[in-house]
């Protein structure tokens, strides 16, 4: 069971606007910036999102992140086929003194 | 091009040890974190060990503390994970990430990964 609080699945029509959440506590995300990773099917994870709302420069702008209190979520709009993959949360937990992710939601484009 | 590129993966025992590396490149390894990132097959992501810049302060997961040491050579621009004491559960495709600085800044450049089996 993960520490961060994810759906296991969402998914959406091309075109359409999805959010995913991650749920926390006050020693992670209540405490640290969130972090999102997508992970295309057979590869390795790519940062998507940094510090709750950062995109780096090769991320499109569809992608965007957002945080309150101890839940963030991730949204994606003018949803695209190649959006298709798996998205992990991550922050440091001051508790565990270490990364906790989230167990990851399964993005299904229609 | 900031690279990281992982080896050392295979086929051990239950009980047995082993030794991921983890060769950075394009860009000034002793200047960033690094951390060890493993996914069981069909899982999820799991924090494994993070290391400072310098390498004189490490953190490791409950689930591998006092089993799995994680160390890196800062002259050589590499990460490693010293494994022992593997378990079944230990099976899974392990991931070296750069950190953006600090231990808790967020992972920005990932390996390729490299595949760990325990199994007898």
């Known amino acids: 069971q993960s520490v961060l609080t994810q759906p296991p699945s969402a998914s959406g029509t091309p075109g359409q606007r999805v959010t995913i959440s991650c749920s926390g506590s006050r020693s992670n995300i209540g405490s640290n910036t969130v972090n999102w990773y997508q992970q295309l099917p057979g590869t390795a994870p790519i940062l998507l999102i940094y510090?709750?709302?950062q995109r780096p420069s090769r991320v499109p702008d569809r992608f965007s992140g957002s945080k309150s209190g101890a839940s963030a979520s991730l949204a994606i709009s003018g949803l695209q086929s190649e959006d298709e993959a798996d998205y992990y949360c991550?922050?440091?937990?001051?508790?565990?003194?270490?990364?906790?992710f989230g167990g990851g939601t399964k993005l299904t484009v229609l | 091009e900031v690279e990281l590129l992982e080896s050392g993966g295979g086929l051990v025992q239950p009980g047995g040890s082993l030794r991921l590396s983890c060769t950075a490149s394009g860009f000034t390894f002793g200047s960033y974190a690094m951390t060890w990132v493993r996914q069981a097959p069909g899982k999820g992501l799991e924090w494994v060990s993070s290391?400072?810049?310098?390498?004189?302060?490490?953190y490791n997961a409950d689930s591998v503390k006092g089993r799995f040491t994680i160390s890196r050579d800062n002259s050589k621009n590499r990460l490693y994970l010293e494994m022992n004491s593997l378990r079944g559960d230990d099976t899974a495709v392990y991931y070296c990430a750069k950190a953006r600085g600090l231990v808790w800044y967020a992972m920005d450049v990932w390996g390729q990964g490299t595949t760990v089996t325990v199994s007898s």
């Open positions: 290391i400072s810049d310098s390498g004189v302060s490490t």
């Open positions: 510090t709750n709302n």
């Open positions: 991550a922050t440091w937990d001051d508790s565990l003194d270490g990364w906790v």
